[in-house]
């Protein structure tokens, strides 16, 4: 059973960078077809993708925050990690890290979230 | 980008009752469509891809249908645990995968 989860800060000021991991288990991102993705939901707003990573470390990003984000793996850890720089209030939300169903263009597993609060 | 559309915003319903939710794409997108059960503080869960494929476990009461810009989820006989918002989600042009704005179901 594939399981994920994530985790990082609750609250970041403006300007500074948000750093979030996904631990995941029951698959490998070293193996070929897996991927891995980054979804937000702002409050009140409806979710959207920001990136996503594949099993040979291709990686994509959203047009509009290709130039602040970045996303990592480390498969020895069963991690993906997202770093979004000079955050602002618009990039408060919830979280999510998914499974991309493998081979497909679905996210089939998901974490439950972790929200986020960009305040000074 | 895609712009998806989801109607209603909010349905009203019961236990039993037989719902339908709707989904349109700004543009084709094929059978390439995805629809998840989101329920407050728990993971989003997929139910239906490629328009109509149910995912594992999905029981059959869950069904999808339509293509190209129209789209369709269908709970047959609704269940207390059925009371959810959901998302469809086009993956034709992909990524984004840009995702609807929702349709809550509640009571």
């Known amino acids: 059973q594939i399981t994920l989860k994530e985790s990082g800060p609750t609250l970041v000021k403006p300007t500074q960078t948000l750093t979030l991991t996904c631990s995941f288990s029951?698959?490998?991102?070293?193996?070929?077809?897996?991927?891995v993705a980054w979804i937000r939901q702002p409050p009140g707003k409806a979710l959207e993708w920001l990136a996503h990573?594949?099993?040979?470390?291709?990686?994509r990003y959203r047009t509009s925050l290709k130039t602040r984000l970045i996303i990592t793996k480390d498969t020895s850890k069963n991690q993906v990690v997202l770093t979004v720089t000079n955050v602002d209030p618009e990039d408060t939300g919830t979280y999510y890290c998914?499974?991309?169903?493998?081979?497909?263009?679905?996210?089939?597993?998901w974490g439950q979230g972790t929200l986020v609060t960009v305040s000074s | 980008e895609t712009v998806m559309t989801q109607s209603p915003a909010t349905l009203s319903a019961s236990p039993g009752e037989r719902v339908t939710l709707s989904c349109r794409a700004s543009?084709?997108?094929?059978?390439?469509l995805a629809w998840y059960q989101h329920k407050p503080g728990q993971a989003p869960r997929l139910l239906i891809y490629?328009?109509?494929t149910r995912a594992s476990g999905i029981p059959d009461r869950f069904s999808g249908s339509g293509s190209r810009t129209e789209f369709t989820l269908t709970i047959s006989s609704l269940q207390s645990e059925d009371f959810a918002i959901y998302y469809c989600?086009?993956?034709?042009?992909?990524?984004?995968?840009?995702f609807g704005p929702g349709t809550k179901v509640d009571f």
């Open positions: 543009q084709s997108v094929s059978s390439n």
């Open positions: 490629g328009a109509s």
């Open positions: 990573i594949y099993w040979d470390n291709d990686k």
């Open positions: 029951g698959f490998s991102l070293d193996t070929s077809g897996e991927a």
């Open positions: 989600q086009e993956n034709d042009l992909w990524p984004p995968g840009t």
């Open positions: 998914a499974h991309i169903k493998k081979w497909g263009r679905a996210f089939d597993f």
